[in-house]
């Protein structure tokens, strides 16, 4: 038996159709998120719990990430340092150019954009786990039937724990990415501590060190809103948790890369 040969146009409008789905799904969540946060953003209802659950998320959340901040750090500060030496090595350059080239990429894009990203995966699976294991053992339920603003609760202190330590976790990761630079030169002998510091110090503007804080600030946002939405939306099972996990990593991290291609773009002007 031949079969019916399929109309030019139907493929066509079932691409249409799961367009428009993907649309709505996308504008459906968009929705429910900024719901959601018009509820976290509120005045806490009790000031000195506030206070408290900040301050122990700024343990959890911002001092626990301070080692993997430096170490990785350190490394890439390294790595920079020899690839600038080897991609930019001329007699007709300066020898202080490959310091102001590790500056200038330190500063600009992986104290604030890639150390964001790391601690999307680190930071963001953390927060979606712990509410979505809340959220699937009814614990969320039972604040909620106490009148208690479970949003508010849970995702308020997250979210100002880690805008508050990650300016610091910035400056951490620029003196780190500087001390690996420093090191590589020193025990390689690529370059001499002398040249790299005067590169360091080329024309050094102070509005960039901003520039990293205040995307910084923007991406500590992103990690733990987002992060909380998915966890706070699950439903189900432990299984629910995991996938709600990755998905607010990769979520997270589309949406730090988009906001850093505009706040470069507003900044840097």
């Known amino acids: 038996m031949h079969k019916t040969p399929a ?115 680190k930071v963001g699976s953390n927060i979606t786990s712990e509410i979505g294991t809340m959220r699937v053992t009814q614990q969320i339920d039972a604040l909620e039937t106490m009148g208690v603003n479970s949003a508010n609760f849970l995702i308020l202190p997250k979210i100002t724990a880690l805008m508050l330590i990650i300016p610091i976790l910035v400056v951490f990761s620029i003196a780190a990415g500087t001390a690996g630079a420093f090191a590589i030169g020193k025990f390689t002998g690529i370059m001499t501590p002398e040249d790299l510091m005067v590169g360091l110090q080329y024309e050094f503007q102070q509005w960039y060190v901003w520039c990293s804080v205040i995307k910084s600030l923007a991406f500590a946002f992103i990690i733990t809103s987002v992060s909380s939405f998915y966890g706070y939306r699950v439903s189900g099972g432990s299984l629910e948790v995991g996938k709600a996990s990755t998905n607010a990593v990769v979520s997270c991290s589309a949406l730090i890369l988009f906001a850093d291609m505009i706040l470069t773009q507003l900044l840097m002007q």
Do not use: D
């Open 7 to 121: 109309m030019p146009g139907t493929a066509h409008r079932l691409h249409k159709s799961l367009e428009r789905k993907m649309i709505l799904g996308s504008i459906r969540t968009f929705g429910s998120y900024l719901l959601l946060m018009s509820r976290v953003l509120s005045r806490p209802e009790r000031w000195r719990v506030f206070y408290r659950s900040t301050v122990r998320e700024i343990f959890t959340l911002g001092v626990s990430s301070i080692p993997i901040v430096l170490l990785i750090s350190f490394f890439i500060g390294a790595v920079i340092c020899i690839q600038m030496k080897v991609n930019v090595e001329s007699p007709w350059m300066p020898k202080f150019v490959v310091g102001y080239a590790t500056r200038e990429v330190l500063l600009l894009e992986f104290s604030s954009s890639i150390m964001c990203l790391i601690l999307a995966g």
